[in-house]
């Protein structure tokens, strides 16, 4: 089973500077794939960026940058430079990548507002 | 391309009535998921199909919600009787296969039953 666990149910970032939304996650599989999705407040679910368990390096997509720590078992997102655009609710999700299956489990989300 | 289709966007049904949405996949995507998004339980996973056979469908709440896909462009979920607890953001996905990282994710079907 995996779990995925997002502690921030709110943050809030000036224009221009980084924010930083925490994720920590369980789970027994030893390889594993770790995501993170972005839903504006039109609804839909907007896929940001990738993180491989076993990938060497962290993911970078444009601003956004994936600071993954296996051994805390955290994924965290990094947002630099915030756009009033990237006001959004945002989750974290994972899902095993052995044992077959191709299910994604979600975090809570956290609700990035970004102020002038 | 298109990206996912849901039908309809928004559905508002009356307690005991059945209720049908629909998806369509990105065309060539082997994997179909129906989420379903509430702020009690956030998002879950109801069921997923890999060419068009169900694989997991723990998530299904219960016997009322029923999900086919009878070819690799069309899938309903179906949800006989309807209850007022049902209402949510009931959401389509779909990914190519295993070895790809993202599911595109449809706009979803906003469902409240009154």
């Known amino acids: 089973a995996q779990k995925i666990t997002q502690t921030q149910p709110g943050m809030f970032v000036q224009e221009k500077e980084a924010v930083t939304l925490d994720c920590t996650y369980d789970t027994s599989d030893p390889s594993y794939g770790l995501f993170w999705y972005k839903q504006p407040s039109s609804g839909e679910m907007i896929f940001l960026i990738y993180?491989?368990?076993?990938?060497?390096q962290n993911a970078t997509e444009g601003r956004y940058s994936l600071n993954f720590q296996k051994a805390r078992k955290s994924a965290n997102l990094v947002i630099s430079a915030s756009q009033l655009g990237d006001s959004a609710m945002y989750f974290c999700a994972m899902r095993g990548l052995t044992g077959g299956g191709n299910k994604l489990t979600f975090g809570t989300g956290t609700q990035l507002k970004v102020e002038l | 391309d298109a990206g996912v289709i849901q039908s309809p966007r928004h559905e508002v049904t009356e307690m005991g009535q059945e209720v049908t949405l629909r998806c369509k996949p990105i065309s060539g995507h082997d994997y179909l998921f129906w989420y379903r998004q509430t702020m009690m339980r956030g998002l879950e996973l109801l069921i997923y199909?890999?060419?068009?056979?169900?694989?997991?469908d723990s998530g299904m709440p219960e016997d009322r919600f029923s999900a086919k896909m009878p070819n690799a462009s069309f899938s309903t979920l179906k949800i006989q009787p309807s209850e007022p607890r049902d209402s949510a953001v009931y959401f389509c996905?779909?990914?190519?296969?295993?070895?790809?990282?993202?599911?595109?994710f449809g706009p979803g079907t906003r469902l409240t039953v009154t």
């Open positions: 199909f890999n060419n068009n056979v169900p694989i997991d």
């Open positions: 996905a779909s990914s190519p296969d295993t070895s790809s990282y993202e599911q595109y």
């Open positions: 993180q491989g368990s076993y990938d060497q």
